[in-house]
């Protein structure tokens, strides 16, 4: 009897742009992104009654180290696919991070972020990171676009410290913000979501995220970000001019988005690989998933099965596989065994798929956009 799970993956794979073509994107979110800054404030935040543990992006999630790029590195660069380049991590980026010291100096009325950069300075085995990502770039191990200014919705966080909720001035002074339940386990709002709205009376400030964010993006990096991932997916499409504007080609969506229109309501979108919207910008879909990390989910999980199963259904329907992968997994700076056993099962998969697929092609999230704007050009 076959699952009805199987049958949805399956199905969400049935409409949009195909190819025959083995093609495999490895999307892998939060780079840039402050989350615990130290095993110190993790121990602090769980005295205060804050339960950091039940949650593995607070468990084992923080800014990227040296070692943490050196060894994802390392491990991309074991494999080659048939045009003799190595897997490729889209590199789903952060550029900026709240700039605490300045927040509190102004007593909670004025916001202030840095550079990512400025960030790692901040940090003791961070000092070769920029360096590191440059290295990353050139060998085409992880390419970044853009994920966001800060993971972090500004405006509902100043509201909150604003009011004095103890909870966040708490993690505030651990200087971790993505928090979503307080003392004692009271329920947070959601403020890793940077755009999700409360009114439409906040969209000017994130025209504003967007284009500061998109500028710091390509002073960064040097090229400009053609593509462009929400943090944790809420959007609304009236800013979708603004990205354009800052040279965003495409755009990636849930197969069915929940597009925020203000007080907590929301209007559902159905999106396929290769759509296009009225200004011309190409959605991309995930369809796999990688998170070897997750506390969500079974221990009993076995990831490397289930993400060779749906790459299997994504080849079947000529889909290129999408996989989703976020940062957690890779990072060691807290627990280094976190990184060790993520990276083993990363090896495997790879080995695994290329096994079984040797025709596989790795590429960015940009380079498939390139592609399906080629094709249906081409039609």
Not at 26 to 45: H, N, V, Y
Not at 151 to 179: C, D, Y
Not at 214 to 229: D, N, R
Not at 273 to 290: D, S
Request: charged share 25%; proline share 5%; glycine share 6%.
């Amino acid at each position: 009897m076959i699952k009805l799970e199987n049958i949805k993956r399956n199905l969400s794979n049935i409409p949009g742009w195909r190819t025959k073509r083995k093609i495999v994107v490895i999307e892998s979110d939060d780079w840039g992104s402050i989350r615990m800054a130290s095993t110190e404030a993790f121990e602090g935040l769980l005295k205060a009654g804050i339960p950091v543990d039940k949650s593995h992006y607070n468990s084992f999630d923080a800014l990227e180290s040296n070692t943490d790029l050196e060894r994802l590195f390392e491990t991309l660069s074991k494999f080659r696919d048939k045009t003799n380049r190595p897997p490729v991590f889209t590199g789903v980026t952060i550029v900026a991070n709240p700039n605490f010291e300045k927040i509190k100096a102004s007593k909670y009325t004025e916001y202030f972020y840095e550079p990512f950069t400025e960030t790692l300075k901040c940090y003791s085995e961070h000092d070769r990171v920029l360096d590191l990502w440059k290295n990353g770039i050139e060998n085409r191990w992880m390419v970044p676009i853009f994920h966001g200014r800060e993971h972090l919705n500004v405006q509902r966080w100043m509201r909150e410290l604003q009011k004095g909720n103890p909870s966040l001035l708490k993690a505030f002074e651990n200087q971790v913000t993505g928090i979503s339940n307080g003392i004692n386990g009271v329920s947070l709002p959601d403020l890793q979501a940077a755009f999700d709205i409360d009114t439409t009376s906040d969209l000017p400030y994130l025209e504003e995220v967007l284009n500061t964010g998109l500028q710091l993006f390509e002073e960064l990096f040097g090229f400009k970000s053609a593509y462009f991932v929400p943090t944790n997916g809420p959007f609304n499409n009236s800013l979708e001019p603004i990205l354009l504007q800052n040279g965003v080609k495409y755009i990636n969506t849930g197969k069915k988005q929940l597009e925020p229109i203000g007080n907590n309501q929301f209007k559902t979108n159905i999106r396929f690989l290769g759509q296009k919207n009225q200004l011309g910008q190409t959605y991309i879909t995930r369809n796999c998933f990688f998170e070897p990390s997750s506390m969500e989910h079974s221990q009993n999980t076995d990831w490397v099965v289930n993400c060779l199963k749906e790459i299997e259904i994504a080849f079947r329907w000529n889909k290129p596989a999408v996989i989703s992968t976020h940062r957690v997994n890779y990072i060691g700076y807290l627990v280094p065994e976190n990184r060790e056993r993520s990276l083993n099962q990363l090896e495997l998969l790879l080995s695994k798929m290329l096994k079984r697929w040797p025709d596989i092609e790795f590429m960015t999230s940009s380079e498939l956009g390139d592609l399906i704007n080629i094709e249906n050009n081409g039609r």
